[in-house]
Structures are given as C-alpha cells and as structure tokens.
C-alpha cells in the first residue's frame, strides 16, 4: 500500500513590485515543516510560468495549500488560486497567514474559498495544523487559528497564541528558494533577512503593534554577522534587505554586527529600515564603521514636513530636525538616506502638503544622494488611526476580495479625491523624476530613458518648487518614451516570466 503524500503547497500571489525576491515569511513556516518530515513546495506567481496549472498539479496528493499574503492586490490572486483549489479539491483545506489574515482574520475566514487562517507567527501553528490535517483531526484548540467547522460550517477561533521571540524561532528554509530565478526578474541577486522583532514606537498609520506587539528583540551581533555572512556566500548574493521595523534599537549591537561582519571578511551591500532619532544617536565615525561593513541605505519614515501633522501621526520621537540630521550624517558617512512620506493624512492641508514637498526638495538639494519614496495614506484595520479615519468616512471592503485595490499608490480617501487626489499624483510623478531614487531591485533603464529623465528633472523641480501642475506635458513625454521602450505594465506589475526555472 503506498504511503499517503506528506507535501504541504505554497503559494506566493505577485505583489506588484519588481523587487523580486524570496518570500521570507513562506520560507519561515516552511522550516517546522521540513524539520517534522513533510516535503514542501513553494509556487511563486512571479517566478513561475503557468503558476495557476503548476499549483493545481503539485496540490495532486498534497496535504493542503498555504498562501501568504499582505492587504491589496497580492489578494487577487490568492482568491483566484484558492477558489481553482477548492473547486478541484474540495477537500484539501486552503490556509491563509500572513499580515492580511493576521489583521482580519474573521473577514478572512469568511471567504468561501479558505478554510483556515492563522493569526500571526506561523512557525509553530502551521506545523500543528498540518499535523492535524494529515490525522484527518479538527483544528480545535490550535493556537492562534480559526477554521470552519466540518459539520455547521461556523466559524471558530481558538485562542491566541503568544508571540515568540526571535531567538526561539528556527532558521529560515533559504535553501528553498530559487535566487536564480528571482535574479532573472528585478536584475540583482538579493535577499530579505530578519535580525529583529517589532518596534518600541507606534506611528498611528501603522499596524506592527498589533501582530508583533511593541517588544523589540533581537539576535544577538554575533549570530547575525554568522548568519547573514553565510547566506550571501552560500546563495551568491550581492544584497540583504534587513527588514527589520527598526533595526538600530540597539545602538552597540549595530555596531558589534557591523565589527563582526568586517571580521568576516565577505563583502556584501546590505540596507535596514530605522527611524531618523535612532540613526541620530550614531556619531558619524560610527556610521562609517557601519558603511565599510557594507551598509548601503538605511530607509526611514519620514513621513512629513509638517510638525502638525507628524503630531498626529503620533511620531513625537521624531522632530523635523532629526530629518536633516540623520540625512547629514548618513550623507557623509557614504550611506544612502531614503525617506519614506505619506500624503494624504487626515489632517494634512494643502499647506502641510507643501510643507512636505519643500522638505523634500531641501534635503535631495542638500543632500545629493538622498532619495524619497512617497505613498497616499491607506487606513490599514488594526492601524491607531482607523477610529479617526472612520469618524472621516473611510468605508473600508466588507469582503476579503473588495480589498484587492485597496494600495497605497493609489489611494483615493474621501478627503482626497477628485481633482485633489489628481494632483497629488502628478505631483508624486514629478517628485519621482525631480531626484534620483534606487529601487533595491535594480530596475533596467536603457540610456534614451535616463536621458528623458534627466532632461525633464529640470522642469519638475521648477514645478515642484512653484506648486504649479497643470499640463504636465514632461510626464507625458516620460511616459511616451517609457511606452516605445518598454512593455506595457499590467496593474499589478511584477513581471511574469516565461522562465524556466520554479522553486520546487
Ligand atoms: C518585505 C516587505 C515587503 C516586500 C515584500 C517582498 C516579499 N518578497 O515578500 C515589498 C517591498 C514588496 C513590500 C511591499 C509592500 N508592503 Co511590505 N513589508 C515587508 C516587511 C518589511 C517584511 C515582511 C517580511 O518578510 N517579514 C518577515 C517574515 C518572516 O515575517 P511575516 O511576513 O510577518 O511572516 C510571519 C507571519 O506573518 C506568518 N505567515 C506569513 N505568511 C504565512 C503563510 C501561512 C500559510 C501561514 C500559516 C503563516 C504565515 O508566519 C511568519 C513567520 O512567523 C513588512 C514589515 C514586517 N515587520 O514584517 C512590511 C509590511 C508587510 N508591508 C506592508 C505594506 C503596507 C506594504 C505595501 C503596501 C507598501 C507600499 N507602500 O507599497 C506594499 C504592498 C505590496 C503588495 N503588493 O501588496 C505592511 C502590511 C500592512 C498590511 N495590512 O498588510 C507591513 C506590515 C509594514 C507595516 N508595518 O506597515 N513589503
Ligand atoms: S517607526 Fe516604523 S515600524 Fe515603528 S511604529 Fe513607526 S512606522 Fe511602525
């Protein structure tokens, strides 16, 4: 009699960037599995040609799928691959993890093609879940899960489970990704990497208190500069993306990991995200003692020009000043500073706005080399602002589907809509060609683009400077050469390639 299937399926919907690489959270939960015996095979629908057929024909004698996902379009896929699934395997349960369940679950679960989610950490849950699957027993008591009962159909949530930290968790099944055939997507053979858990802070837009909670812990220096040494020499690779919610908490770990890593010897670029009044408690000379260990950018939320608004952002840990500052001593340290901003938050005017386009411009013409990267707000449930956001008649999707448009490039709030909301994205399109900006994946930009670019930089700054953006004929040109060169991009746009390669 042969042995029924110990496979576990994942799949990991395109999430409309190019900055392709390994889904960490996926190769997270994959570690439990392979430990306890299971064979696990990840489908990434950016790297895998025909990934709707390949995910049908890996689930034949598979246990279950497993999906990944954040709020936004990576949900339209999940919803088309789940209900393919359900429809040929009405049995095998559909699980989602991952931010988007995490924040929703009940919404989640409801959907009529998933069967269980899981509620934060996934490490842990997911094993007993598929262990359960696999003794054909119920999800019952599992921590940290809801699931659909068999008989009522009605919805169950079991408790919570605690939050582990980062030194308890296993290390990440990185042997399971394909980095070829990332590479062959954004150009750069990169990874992610987490040295840390949640954030002391809680900036009201942000959601990391309520799946991390606010208790930052971290490797110690002496483990990550093992750790990350030895993935880049492992895997090839030329980047680590650190994404950690603030990886310079601690001040002397920073720096024992940047000494570790000159120790070492191997030589790789690595990026982190930090908050501007923790990159300000670093002297200068430290920070180059950062950069010969091969820190390249540290991105960091800005967020606005406007002392008002970043009070009720609720960043008081940040004044306008630590801006500069951080962007100064980065400047001269040789490190990449990169801002993040906001438009759009309720509460922020046409002055704020202002406000906040004459920071950037002050800081890119002060600081050549600094870089910002701007987003409309988007009221994420679970954020401290969505009261607020409410009481300004944010409607938000009722259903896990209607949230697939839901996405910060695009955002339209009832207090930015219309002409206003057209205007500030032709003002975000200027801000994009006024400086430059390096994505982490590099994008391919042949040197008719870089020229157009360049050439329109001048009027965008002028633009930019005056608040004046109507007929934007530079953009149009932009956007005519960007067409002739190159092709056309879907809404969610990372690209599909036809390659040959897929991770399992
Ligand atoms: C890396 C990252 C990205 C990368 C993703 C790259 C990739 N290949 O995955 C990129 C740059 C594309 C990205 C884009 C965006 N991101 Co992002 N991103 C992150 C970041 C910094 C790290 C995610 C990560 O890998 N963590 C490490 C892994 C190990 O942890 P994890 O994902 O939490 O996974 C655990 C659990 O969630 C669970 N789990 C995860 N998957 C699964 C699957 C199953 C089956 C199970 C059972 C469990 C499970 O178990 C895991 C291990 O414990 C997080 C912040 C953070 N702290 O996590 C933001 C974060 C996820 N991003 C966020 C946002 C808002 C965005 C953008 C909208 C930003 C923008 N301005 O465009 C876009 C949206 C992309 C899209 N198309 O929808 C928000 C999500 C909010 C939300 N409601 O979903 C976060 C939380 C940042 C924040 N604090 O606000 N992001
Ligand atoms: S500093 Fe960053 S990670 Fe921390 S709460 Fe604010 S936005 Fe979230």
Not at 19 to 25: D, F, N
Not at 107 to 132: H, M, N, Y
Not at 156 to 166: C, E, G, M, Q, S
Not at 447 to 469: C, E, K, N
Request: include cysteine; proline fraction near 6%.
């Amino acid at each position: 009699m042969s042995r029924p299937s110990r496979k576990v399926v994942f799949f990991f919907p395109a999430f409309s960037s190019q900055e392709a690489t390994a889904p960490l959270g996926i190769l997270a939960v994959s570690t439990p599995l392979l430990r306890a015996g299971y064979q696990v095979c990840i489908i990434d629908s950016t790297i895998t040609p025909n990934f709707h057929k390949r995910t049908l024909e890996e689930l034949d004698g598979a246990l279950c799928l497993g999906v990944s996902l954040v709020t936004g379009p990576m949900i339209r896929e999940t919803v088309q691959i789940a209900r393919a699934v359900k429809k040929r395997y009405p049995d095998k349960p559909v699980i989602l993890g991952g931010w988007h369940p995490s924040l929703l679950p009940d919404q989640t679960l409801a959907a009529d093609c998933v069967d269980i989610v899981v509620k934060g950490q996934g490490e842990d849950a997911l094993l007993e879940i598929v262990q359960r699957i696999e003794a054909g027993e119920s999800i019952q008591g599992v921590a940290g899960a809801g699931y659909k009962d068999s008989h009522s159909g009605k919805i169950v949530f079991n408790a919570p489970r605690h939050l582990k930290a980062i030194r308890e968790m296993p290390p990440k099944a990185y042997h399971l990704a394909d980095f070829d055939a990332y590479e062959r997507v954004c150009g750069r053979r990169w990874a992610m990497y987490t040295s840390s858990l949640a954030c002391p802070y809680n900036c009201a837009y942000c959601t990391n208190e309520g799946v991390y909670g606010r208790k930052w812990n971290a490797l110690d220096a002496a483990q990550v500069a093992e750790e990350t040494s030895d993935l880049v020499s492992r895997y090839g690779l030329s980047l680590l993306w650190i994404v950690d919610d603030n990886f310079l908490v601690d001040r002397e770990r920073a720096i024992a990991i940047a000494e570790g890593l000159l120790q070492r010897g191997v030589k790789f670029d690595w990026s982190i995200q930090a908050s501007t009044n923790l990159v300000c408690r670093f002297s200068v000379e430290e920070l180059k003692l950062l950069r010969r260990a091969g820190l390249s950018q540290v991105a960091q939320g800005a967020d606005t020009g406007s002392p008002k608004v970043m009070r009720l952002m609720q960043k008081d840990f940040q004044k306008i000043e630590t801006i500069y500052h951080a962007a100064d001593k980065l400047s001269q340290a040789g490190i990449r500073p990169s801002f993040n901003m906001i438009f759009g938050f309720p509460g922020e005017g046409e002055e704020e706005r202002k406000e906040s386009i004459a920071l950037i411009m002050d800081v890119c013409r002060r600081y050549p080399g600094a870089e910002f990267w701007t987003n409309i707000f988007t009221p994420y449930p679970g954020a401290p602002v969505m009261q607020r956001a409410f009481e300004l008649g944010i409607d938000v999707p009722k259903t896990l589907e209607g949230w697939v448009d839901f996405f910060p490039r695009y955002t339209v709030l009832p207090w930015l809509e219309g002409r206003r909301h057209r205007e500030v994205q032709t003002m975000r399109e200027y801000l994009r060609i006024a400086f430059n900006r390096v994505p982490i994946g590099l994008q391919r930009k042949n040197t008719l683009q870089r020229l157009v670019h360049g050439m329109i930089g001048v009027p965008a700054r002028w633009r930019l400077d005056h608040s004046f953006y109507s007929l934007p004929f530079e953009l149009w040109l932009k956007d005519t050469v960007n067409r002739w060169l190159s092709p056309p991009k879907t809404k969610v746009d990372a690209h599909q390639l036809e390659a040959e390669a897929v991770s399992c």
